[in-house]
C-alpha cells in the first residue's frame, strides 16, 4: 500500500507540475486557453488511483541506501518431511503473548488520508445543500429573466437558465450543472441597466462554458489529494482563469473602464459582506487581479475555440495513458555480492554443479520443500539432485537461504520458485529441459542456512557470473492476525522436540524431530504436523495452499508444535488432493482451511494488499567446463 501511494503521489506530482508548465507558457495567451488546460488536470488526479491499478504495470526501479548489517532472523520457508530443520533452541522459548494487534503504516497512511480527505470534502457537500437552499429560497425575477433571454441567444446558449433574487447574496452567482440558475442579490432590482447587463453576460459565460460541474470536480480533486500543494496551486489558478475568461465575455460587448469599475464595486460589497457559499465562484481576493487583466489592453481575448478543447481532452488522455501504468519499485544500490562483502564470507571447500536429466531426481515431492526442489543437506554438506537454475537463485536467495539476507524477507515464500518470483534472464534459465545437479562440501559447516545460503549464493555467482538483484510490487495478498479468542495453541515447551541428527533421522520416530514438517491425510482431510515452528511458517504453508500470499501480522514470536487439519476445496488450489479422498468416509469431513484457522490455531485471514518482493535477473552466463 505503501508504495503504491508513493506511486500515485509522484504521477500526481508529475501531471500536476505538468499543467502548471503549460499554463505558465501559455501565459501570453487567451485566459479561457489556460483555464481549458487546467480543467483537464482535475480528471486526470481522479481517475489516476483506479487506472493504475487496472493498467499493465511499466516498473521503474528507484535506488535505496543499502542496509548497514545483515541480520539474521527466523526462516520463511518449510522444509518437507524429508528435509528436517534445525533444532529449536531452548532460550528461545517464551511464554505465551497475546499482544493487541497493531496498525500497520499502510493501515495509518490509510487512515490518515481517509481522515483528510473526508474534513475537506465535508465543506463540499454543504456547499452543495446550501446552493440548493439558495435555489428554494430564491424569489423568481422577471425582469432579470427577460435580461437573461436575451443575452444567452448572444452568447449562444439554448437551454433554459432560471434567474432568482436572494437578500443573502451579496455578488451574482451561477449554480447548477443540469439545470443552471443565476442567483442574484435582493438589490440588484435597483442596478443599473448597463451594470446589470454586464454582470448577466458574465455569468452566462459561466454556464456556457460549464463552469460549475467544472469547478465541483475540481473541488472533489483537492479533497482526494489535501496533502498536495500543487493541486491547492492548480485549484487557485483555475477559479482565477475562468474569472478572467468570462471578464473577456464581457469586454467583447461593454467599455473596460466601466466594468473595472463595477469589479471594485463588487470587491466592496463581498469585502463588507458575510461569508460567500462555499463554492461560490467570484473571490474578492482575485479581484484586483481581474481588474488589472481587464484594463490591460494588450491580453489576447476570446473564447478557447473546440479545437483547444479538443487539444487538451487528448493530451490529458495521453497523459493518464503514459503514466498511470508506471509503477516506483525499490532497488538496493548494493547487489547481494557487495552485501556479503560486509560480513564473512563463506564457501565450500568443494563444490560441483553439472546438467542432469529430470529423471535422475530421487521419488518425492516435484513442489515444495525448499524452493521446490529435493535438495537435502547434513552437517557439512548439501546436495541438489536435479533442479533449474531458477530453481536453485530462488533456493539461495529467497528460500532457505533468505533469512541471511533481509533485503529479500518479503519475497514470496512457500512452494517452488517460479516467474512470478525470479524473473528475467535468457529462457533456459526457467526450463524444465535445463537442469542442474549440486554436491557441496564445507567443513565446519553445519547451518543448512549457510549451506543454501550464502554459500550456494557465492557457488552460483561464480560459476554462472550471476548478477540480480531485489524488486517489490504492490499485490492482493493475505493477513494473517491473531483472532478475537486469541490464539489457540500454546509455545513448544523445552525437549517437546528432538533434536536432528542426519545419521540418526527417524521420521516415523516417537518424539518428533524439530524443525520438521509431516503432510499426510485422515480421510477427506489434509493433515499438516509442525515441529517447532512459528506462526510465520504456517503462514508460508499457507501462502502455497491458497496461491496467494499470506503475511504473518500476528507479532507472536514464540514456537510451537502444531496439528492443523482441514479440508481442501475450491479456495486452496495449491493442494492437489487424489480424487478418491474426496469419498473418503474414514474420518468426518473437516472445516474448510479459513474456519479451521480460527478453530484449530487462533488466527484469521484477511485479504488486504501489501508488497510482495521478487528477484530480478541482471547477468547470468551458460555453465562452462572450465567453471
Not at 222 to 228: L, R, S
Not at 363 to 379: C, D, E, I, K, Y
Not at 405 to 425: H, I, M, T, W, Y
Not at 487 to 515: V, W
Request: charged share 20%; hydrophobic share 45%.
Amino acid at each position: 500500500m505503501i508504495a503504491f501511494a508513493t506511486s500515485i503521489l509522484a504521477k500526481a506530482t508529475v501531471v500536476t507540475v505538468l499543467a502548471l508548465a503549460g499554463t505558465r507558457l501559455a501565459r501570453g495567451s487567451r485566459a479561457a486557453v489556460r483555464h481549458v488546460l487546467l480543467a483537464g488536470l482535475f480528471p486526470v488526479l481522479l481517475i489516476l488511483p483506479a487506472a493504475s491499478i487496472v493498467a499493465p504495470a511499466v516498473r521503474i526501479a528507484v535506488p535505496i541506501a543499502p542496509q548497514a548489517a545483515i541480520v539474521r532472523s527466523a526462516p520463511d520457508t518449510i522444509p518437507e518431511a524429508s528435509v528436517p530443520g534445525q533444532p529449536a533452541q531452548a532460550g528461545a522459548v517464551m511464554t505465551p503473548a497475546f499482544r493487541v494487534p497493531r496498525l500497520s503504516p499502510s493501515a495509518l497512511l490509510v487512515a490518515g488520508w481517509a481522515a483528510g480527505a473526508t474534513m475537506f470534502l465535508v465543506p463540499v457537500f454543504a456547499g452543495l445543500w446550501q446552493v440548493r437552499v439558495l435555489r428554494r429560497s430564491g424569489l423568481p425575477w422577471r425582469d432579470g429573466q427577460a435580461v437573461v433571454n436575451r443575452a444567452k441567444g448572444e452568447a449562444g446558449i439554448r437551454r433554459h437558465v432560471e434567474v432568482l433574487l436572494h437578500a443573502s447574496m451579496s455578488g451574482p452567482m451561477t449554480c447548477g450543472a443540469f439545470r443552471p440558475a443565476i442567483v442574484m442579490p435582493s438589490d440588484a432590482e435597483t442596478w443599473a441597466d448597463d451594470d446589470l447587463r454586464r454582470a448577466i453576460v458574465h455569468e452566462l459565460e459561466h454556464v456556457r462554458r460549464g463552469d460549475w460541474p467544472s469547478r465541483c470536480v475540481a473541488r472533489v480533486a483537492c479533497a482526494c489529494y489535501w496533502f498536495h500543494p500543487a493541486v491547492w496551486i492548480a485549484w487557485r489558478r483555475l477559479n482565477l482563469e475562468a474569472e478572467r475568461a468570462c471578464d473577456d465575455a464581457v469586454l467583447r460587448r461593454a467599455e473596460a473602464t466601466a466594468y473595472a469599475d463595477q469589479l471594485v464595486v463588487l470587491a466592496r460589497r463581498l469585502s463588507g459582506a458575510s461569508r460567500p457559499p462555499v463554492l461560490a465562484m467570484a473571490n474578492r481576493h482575485d479581484l484586483a487581479t481581474r481588474v488589472g487583466a481587464v484594463l490591460d489592453t494588450t491580453q489576447p481575448r476570446g473564447r478557447a475555440g473546440a479545437q483547444w478543447v479538443g487539444l487538451a481532452a487528448a493530451v490529458s488522455a495521453l497523459i493518464l495513458t503514459a503514466v498511470s501504468p508506471l509503477r516506483l519499485v525499490a532497488v538496493g544500490q548494493t547487489s547481494f555480492q557487495s552485501a556479503r562483502a560486509a560480513g564473512n564470507e563463506q564457501r565450500f571447500d568443494a563444490a560441483s554443479i553439472r546438467p542432469c536429466q529430470a529423471e535422475e531426481a530421487p521419488p518425492g515431492p516435484a513442489r515444495g520443500g525448499m524452493g521446490g526442489t529435493n535438495a537435502s543437506f547434513s552437517p557439512g554438506r548439501m546436495n541438489v539432485p536435479c533442479a533449474t537454475l531458477e530453481q536453485l537463485i530462488y533456493l539461495a536467495y529467497a528460500g532457505a537461504g533468505a533469512p541471511l539476507d533481509k533485503q529479500l524477507e518479503n519475497v514470496v515464500p512457500g512452494g517452488a520458485s517460479d516467474d512470478r518470483k525470479v524473473r528475467g534472464g535468457p529462457a533456459w534459465v526457467h526450463s524444465q529441459h535445463s537442469k542442474f545437479a549440486v554436491e557441496a562440501t564445507a567443513a565446519g559447516a553445519s547451518d543448512r542456512y549457510v549451506l543454501v545460503g550464502t554459500m550456494l549464493q557465492s557457488l552460483l555467482e561464480g560459476r554462472f557470473h550471476l548478477k540480480v538483484h531485489r524488486e517489490t510490487e504492490d499485490v492482493p495478498m493475505w493477513a494473517m492476525t491473531v483472532a478475537k479468542g486469541g490464539l489457540k495453541i500454546k509455545p513448544m515447551r523445552p525437549g517437546e522436540c528432538a533434536p536432528y541428527d542426519a545419521a540418526t533421522f527417524d521420521p516415523n520416530a516417537p518424539k518428533p524431530t524439530c524443525g520438521n514438517l509431516t503432510m499426510g491425510g485422515r480421510g477427506p482431510n489434509v493433515v499438516w504436523k509442525f515441529n517447532g515452528f512459528q506462526l510465520r511458517s504456517l503462514a508460508a504453508r499457507l501462502s502455497s495452499a491458497l496461491g496467494s500470499y499470506v503475511a504473518d501480522r500476528t507479532g507472536v514470536t514464540d514456537e510451537f508444535m502444531l496439528r492443523f487439519e482441514f479440508h481442501p476445496d475450491e479456495s486452496t488450489p495449491g493442494i492437489h488432493w487424489p480424487p478418491e479422498r474426496e469419498g473418503d468416509t474414514s474420518a468426518p469431513e473437516a472445516a474448510s482451511v479459513f474456519t479451521a484457522l480460527e478453530q484449530q490455531v487462533g488466527v484469521k485471514l484477511e485479504k488486504t494488499r501489501g508488497p510482495r518482493g521478487y528477484l530480478v535477473i541482471d547477468h547470468v552466463e551458460p555453465l562452462s567446463p572450465g567453471r
